[in-house]
Every structure is written in structure tokens, then in C-alpha cells.
């Protein structure tokens, strides 16, 4: 069956020119449904991206995405999507790192990766050695932790509103009242053992027969 999306043209013999040409900082390659991938060492990737781009022809810095793998020593990888616009390829250059040890900063290579830095900062906490404006891109003044990653609570740890009282917005500790509902979890059908808040205001229809529960069913 023929793809919907558009294909990109390979390039034969990419990954062992890209290997030739970077030496001992290339670590592992794969390509898969015309993907190709690139890990290479930490400490060198602004060399690898540098030789991409003048050597391999991948003129854009398309982005630069985070993964967060909890279980590995290394827990994030940092993802560098290239574009070359004269071959119509694309190529995935990927490093692992951990929450203590920086990345080497790619803007003297690709200026555009400032930004693109400060959101992986953001969202995972990777630190990038060398960037000359690292701070935070997303969230807000003040926030607490690094919401992509896999262990940060999904209702985050404060609430904002606005406040008539103080006309301004303010910020508190998130209150999750669903959390103390009660649920009952009963067939509509057999009807409830207790009365429903507002119930006791609606008389029963004369002539309206009672549900049966279900143990007084003749069978």
C-alpha cells in the first residue's frame, strides 16, 4: 500500500560516511522506515552537528526534542532533527545525558537552538553548557519542577485564579475535591440504597411502581 505521507529519497551509504567522517564519536546508527538515526557522544555533538552541515549537506536545525526514560542511568535524550534542503533528507542525531551533566550548546553551529534549548531546560531540566541565555521558555515566573518528565504529577503542584479580592491572579495549592468523592459504582438500573441529595424534595408519583432490586426479582 502505497504511504499517504510524502517520502523522502534515501541516501545509500549515509551512515557509514557519517561514521568515516565523525570517528570515535559515533555511537550506534539504525535505519528504519527510512528514519535514520544517529547516537553519538555526548561531549561531541556540536562537532557532529558541524560536520553535517558543512561535510553532509544538513543546512536547518529543524528541532530539538526531549525523551525521558526513568529506568535508564542516563535518563534523557536530547533528539536533533536535521533537514537538508539541497537533498530533501532528513537525519536524527540523538545523545544521552542525566539531570547533573550538561550538554554541549549547538547555537554556534545552528543559532536557531538557543530557543530550542531553553525548552528542553524547561520541560526536562537538561542543562546545555554554553548557552548564553538559559533560563525558562514556557512556563511561568516562579514555576516548580519540569513537566515532561514522566515523574511530574499531571495536576502540577499549584493552581492559579483570579482573585476579586486581591483583583489580581494568584497562585495556590492544587485541591483535588474529586478525590474525596464517593462512588458507588451501583447499576441505574437496581437503584441506589440511599437517598440522592435533592430527592427528599420530589415526592413520589402516586401510582409509580418501586424499581425492584435485583435479589427481588422472581426468576
Do not use: C
Amino acid at each position: 500500500m502505497p504511504s499517504a505521507a510524502p517520502l523522502i529519497p534515501a541516501r545509500e551509504g549515509l551512515i557509514d560516511a557519517v561514521k568515516a567522517a565523525i570517528g570515535d564519536a559515533f555511537l550506534t546508527a539504525k535505519d528504519e522506515v527510512g528514519e535514520v538515526s544517529i547516537d553519538v557522544a555526548r561531549g561531541s555533538v556540536a562537532d557532529v552537528l558541524r560536520t553535517l552541515r558543512d561535510q553532509f549537506d544538513y543546512q536547518q536545525l529543524m528541532e530539538i526534542a526531549g525523551v525521558d526514560y526513568p529506568e535508564r542511568p542516563e535518563r534523557f535524550e536530547v533528539v536533533y532533527h536535521l533537514l537538508s534542503v539541497t537533498r530533501n533528507h532528513r537525519l536524527r542525531v540523538r545523545v544521552s545525558t542525566d539531570e547533573a551533566t550538561p550538554v554541549p550548546t549547538v547555537t554556534n553551529v545552528y543559532p536557531v537552538a538557543g530557543w530550542l534549548e531553553r525548552e528542553i531546560f524547561d520541560m526536562y531540566g537538561v542543562l546545555f553548557e554554553g548557552n548564553p541565555d538559559l533560563r525558562r521558555i514556557l512556563t511561568d515566573y516562579g514555576f516548580r519542577g519540569h513537566p515532561q518528565r514522566k515523574d511530574f504529577p499531571l495536576t502540577g503542584y499549584v493552581e492559579l485564579r483570579y482573585s476579586e479580592e486581591q483583583k489580581r491572579v494568584v497562585y495556590e495549592p492544587v485541591k483535588l475535591s474529586q478525590d474525596f468523592r464517593d462512588f458507588d459504582f451501583l447499576s441505574p438500573w437496581e437503584g441506589a440504597e440511599y437517598i440522592l441529595p435533592g430527592d427528599e424534595k420530589a415526592p413520589q408519583q402516586a401510582g409509580a411502581p418501586s424499581p425492584l432490586k435485583a435479589d427481588e426479582v422472581k426468576k
